[in-house]
């Protein structure tokens, strides 16, 4: 169930799918939390749905630690950072 897909990756396809950056990423089948730490890296809003509670808990801890990796995507020019205004991502009660 869990796939650990790379942030670089994750990251351009959440940008992508949010090209002005308003809106919302919905990742129904949340996993390991690779998805929901790119939104959460890129200053996104984000849902994240998982049913079991081992891969829940694994996607709860990774999450900061994966939103906190360093990519090239932050430094190009199309990718302005929101504000921290947003509500956290890993606050999933």
């Known amino acids: 169930h ?9 990251r351009e ?3 992508a799918a949010l090209p002005l950056q308003k809106g919302v990423i919905l ?11 790119a939104v959460h890296a890129l200053g996104y809003n984000a ?13 709860e801890n990774a999450i900061p630690n994966l939103a906190e ?9 199309d990718f ?7 509500a956290s991502l890993t606050d999933f009660s």
């Open 2 to 10: 869990p796939n650990l897909k790379p942030q670089y990756l994750m």
């Open 13 to 15: 396809l959440c940008h």
């Open 27 to 37: 990742d129904p089948f949340m996993g390991s939390g690779s998805t929901i730490a």
């Open 47 to 59: 849902i994240g749905i998982e049913l079991d509670d081992t891969f829940f808990n694994m996607a």
């Open 69 to 77: 990796v360093d990519t090239p995507v932050e430094t190009r020019g």
């Open 80 to 86: 302005a950072q929101q504000g921290d205004d947003s």
